[in-house]
């Protein structure tokens, strides 16, 4: 009887316990190594995107990271503005910068980025920090991950934990900087520094290349290690008492995205969605996982692998790292799908929601949209070519907000499918190719990069799904960068073409 009595009353406890919870809100800002990715277009994962898996349901992520962003860029350009008009009472602002901050090593440049760490960094983080209270709102400091480099002792060197200068010299040490802000306003921080060179330091550097890093550099992360960096900073905020009804560090499946969004397709086309599967701590009792697509889809461990209603994926030691899968569906008859991958190992069981609207054309014409004028912020143009503002190019890893070609298309009197975009591109730069819908392009999709420059003239072809109504504006803007200081850098991008039908 007493058994009975202790169990209804620890039952009791918990349902009042969730119905006492309420929903919490996580906005995250900072760079490209906590920034959302478009899953079909690159291999880097930010670990922000990840950080939703390591949350219950009551607690919504919501990441504002962009790519190539400095804490003084992420002001100037608007986006911090856009946090705080989101941004209510109870809410937190996790902040993590420094990356891009270094752009000037060590200097308040004229690239619009970077920061001197004891002068413009510091008082940057002191700023976001004190308007996230003035909204009443809780500002967390997140150290940045390291860079992949080694030293030969296999140890991080201090420029991979973002000390410009020699070791246990402060002068230069962004780290060290945020740290002080943490101190000196009483603000919570997680050492986001050490953990993650404790953890590839002791991996090694053949592995964190292999499993945890991006082939293309060292600085962003694959989905494995997006999700490992996500449940670090989970971890630690439990540990530090912040969120801990809310946290679920031990989540042993990690999926992302968390919902597959065909959007609105048509009878008799045929799209595919990736998506990947991450697997931290799986029943090792198990070694195997089965994904099983919906009915009327198929599913595939790999772009040329067969297309089946369900795959198989094996695994070893409790672990899966690294898997993509793919998604195909080809609409048989109009109508609105919603239903889920399942994702199953033993009695693990996880979904992903899948979206879809599909129509009927009752009249379809092909199109092509050619857009020959074009407009330039932070480049110059001659007859050489397109070069940066200025004609010094940087070394960079990654796009600079404020710095891209833009293409502008606008929707007729009959809605225009856009099916792919294609251009021609001449010149050694790196790039990423985003759209939006909106006058200031926020939100924006991104369609595909390449972060390794290409020699020579070359035709890039662009998947997009989108339709454009009678009125609507597409925007489509190029964002180059060099990964090598240089002074004669240029390039050319021509024959822009938007393929696709007018449909009614």
Not at 138 to 149: D, E
Not at 279 to 298: C, H, Y
Request: aromatic content about 10%; hydrophobic content about 40%; some cysteine.
């Amino acid at each position: 009887m007493k058994t009975k009595f202790f169990m209804a009353l620890t039952a009791a406890c918990c349902m009042l316990s969730a119905c006492s919870r309420k929903e919490v809100r996580i906005h995250t800002i900072g760079d490209s190594t906590m920034a959302d990715y478009a899953e079909n277009t690159t291999r880097a994962r930010g670990w922000g995107e990840m950080f939703q898996e390591f949350f219950t349901d009551d607690a919504v992520v919501i990441n504002y990271a962009r790519n190539g962003r400095s804490t003084r860029s992420f002001m100037s350009e608007g986006l911090w503005d856009k946090v705080k008009a989101a941004v209510q009472p109870g809410d937190y602002v996790l902040i993590q910068f420094a990356h891009n901050d270094e752009k000037g090593n060590g200097t308040y440049s004229d690239d619009g980025r970077g920061t001197d760490p004891w002068g413009h960094y510091k008082a940057n983080l002191e700023t976001y920090v004190n308007e996230t209270r003035a909204l009443g709102a809780t500002p967390i400091l997140i150290t940045p991950i390291v860079r992949r480099y080694y030293t030969a002792d296999g140890t991080i060197s201090p420029k991979g934990c973002h000390n410009l200068g020699a070791a246990g010299d402060t002068t230069l040490d962004y780290v060290y900087v945020m740290k002080q802000v943490a101190r000196e306003m009483q603000v919570p921080l997680i050492d986001h520094t050490a953990l993650t060179k404790a953890f590839i330091e002791e991996l090694g550097e053949q592995q964190a290349t292999d499993l945890i890093y991006a082939p293309t550099d060292g600085t962003h992360t694959q989905a494995t290690g997006a999700a490992l960096y996500a449940r670090m900073v989970a971890q630690a905020l439990q540990q530090a008492g912040i969120l801990t009804e809310y946290v679920r560090p031990d989540v042993p499946i990690v999926l992302n995205p968390r919902t597959l969004n065909f959007g609105q397709m048509y009878v008799g086309d045929e799209a595919c969605m990736r998506f990947d599967l991450t697997g931290l701590a799986l029943p090792e009792r198990e070694d195997e996982i089965v994904v099983t697509a919906p009915k009327g889809m198929t599913v595939a461990s790999a772009p040329d692998a067969q297309r089946q209603e369900s795959v198989t994926l094996p695994y070893t030691e409790g672990k899966l790292w690294n898997q993509c899968c793919y998604l195909y569906f080809t609409p048989e008859q109009a109508g609105t799908i919603n239903d889920a991958v399942t994702v199953a190992c033993g009695k693990v069981k996880r979904k992903i929601p899948v979206v879809a609207e599909s129509r009927v054309i009752a009249l379809e014409t092909p199109e092509k949209a050619e857009i020959g004028k074009y407009t330039l912020k932070g480049l110059d143009e001659s007859e050489a070519g397109i070069a940066i503002a200025g004609g010094k190019w940087p070394a960079d890893i990654d796009e600079a907000g404020d710095r891209y070609v833009e293409f502008v298309f606008k929707g007729n009197k009959k809605t225009f499918l856009a099916r792919q975009i294609t251009f021609t591109l001449d010149g050694g730069v790196a790039y990423r190719a985003a759209l939006s819908k909106s006058n200031d392009f926020y939100p924006r999709t991104i369609l595909g990069e390449n972060q390794r420059p290409e020699s020579g003239a070359r035709t890039v072809t662009l998947p997009v799904n989108t339709s454009v109504k009678p009125g609507e504006r597409l925007a489509v803007r190029i964002y180059p960068w060099s990964v090598a200081e240089s002074d004669n850098l240029r390039f050319r991008i021509a024959d822009f073409v938007i393929d696709g039908i007018t449909v009614e």
